[in-house]
């Protein structure tokens, strides 16, 4: 009798540990469901995937830390990579969609959502952080990004092979986080022109096809020393500005183009590079790399005139830019790049008069 009241408790006890395993696993399910959009760590992401339904596609390569191939072509943007990541580590989940609006979000989305693949560096064998082996690389995360939520304060997403919908967003931003995630590869370029310490720059040759006079090369031999070449005749200008000659070089520490504008009319773009540029300017590196930029006058806008009145022929804000040995046609501003479009007459000294 007693051996058949043990059975029974440990029958009883068992139950009781299997339907609170299952309300466990139930309950954690459900919170990874809704949670699960989020990355718990930003620092193990080795890839991003994002596409669309207009063959829209980026991918993120991890480099090294901080540095990111964009489609296996170009430097992705450091700052836009990172907002991304730091979206996707903060991200939380407000409420899921309304039962009665779900269909509706579900199918707006399969036309018009991102979808969002994540690789991270992850374990085969992971004891509490302490002890780790056999590192691989996952795909961890799978899911759509959709629009704005009617208030625009959330975003609507979806993991992959899901029938619920949710409203995510960060807490403590007022706003949607959806164009974060664009698929549109332009907006994840790096914008670098040129990006040279003075140690780094060997030479700068710059070209004036409408002042030849003015072309000039200066080269960097070191230790504040240079040697300033004026290229119509070759020769050597041994009396220069070395203050100057260090301030134009400072000038390439970091210099960026405004815009990308490859997608301008074929016709107006081809008027624009088949004329004579404005500046070429060409930065060897110690390493021998060329890198150079071309630039044209931009019309400016209707209207635009000088202190007394007179219209004035072109833009004073912007240029046009060849950039990347002519890969890209581009928008440069003056005031980003003032500090290098230099004659060769800005570094000769001043003569004073010693008469009394």
């Known amino acids: 009798m007693k051996k058949n009241r043990i059975i029974f408790y440990v029958v009883i006890l068992l139950a009781l540990i299997t339907l609170l395993l299952w309300l466990t696993q139930s309950t ?47 430097q992705a943007q450091k700052l836009t990579v990172e907002m991304l990541l730091k979206t996707m580590l903060e991200l939380a989940v407000n409420q899921p969609v309304a ?52 208030n625009n304060l959330g975003s609507f997403m979806l993991m992959e092979n899901s029938s619920r919908a949710f409203i995510t967003y960060i807490p403590g931003f007022r706003g949607f986080v959806s164009p974060r995630y664009s698929p549109i590869e332009k907006y994840w370029r790096d914008y670098t022109v040129f990006k040279k310490q003075i140690p780094e720059i060997a030479s700068v ?50 210099l960026n183009f405004e815009t990308l504008i490859n997608d301008m009319d074929h016709l107006r773009k081809d008027s624009i590079l088949s004329s004579p540029p404005f500046i070429i300017i060409t930065l060897t590196d ?40 002519g890969q890209d046609f581009t928008l440069i501003q003056y005031f980003t790049f003032d500090k290098v479009l230099r004659l060769k007459t800005f570094f000769l000294k001043e003569k004073t008069d010693n008469k009394r």
């Not at 979808?115 to 759509?144: A, M």
Request: aromatic share 12%; hydrophobic share 35%.
């Open 28 to 74: 954690s399910t459900f919170k990874r469901e809704l949670s699960d959009f989020a990355i718990n760590d930003s620092s193990n992401v080795t890839k991003i995937f994002l596409s669309d339904k207009n063959n829209n596609t980026v991918k993120l390569f991890k480099e090294a830390p901080g540095k990111w191939k964009l489609n296996d072509k170009y």
């Open 205 to 254: 040759r710059v070209e004036i096809p409408s002042a030849p006079d003015q072309s000039f090369e200066l080269k960097n031999n070191g230790k504040n020393y240079f040697t300033l070449i004026s290229l119509i005749d070759n020769k050597i200008i041994p009396d220069y500005d070395t203050l100057k000659a260090l301030n134009f070089l400072s000038g390439f520490r970091n």
């Open 286 to 325: 110690n390493l021998g790399t060329k890198k150079s930029i071309r630039t044209w006058h931009k019309q400016g806008p209707e209207g635009q005139t000088d202190p007394l009145g007179n219209p004035l022929p072109y833009d004073l804000d912007r240029l046009y830019a060849l950039v990347n040995e």
């Open 99 to 150: 039962n009665a609006a779900q269909d509706n979000i579900i199918r707006e989305m399969s036309a018009n959502a991102v979808k969002v693949e994540i690789y991270q560096r992850v374990y085969r064998v992971d004891l509490w952080g302490c002890i780790r082996l056999f590192p691989h690389e996952k795909r961890t995360k799978v899911y759509y990004v959709g629009g704005a939520t009617q």
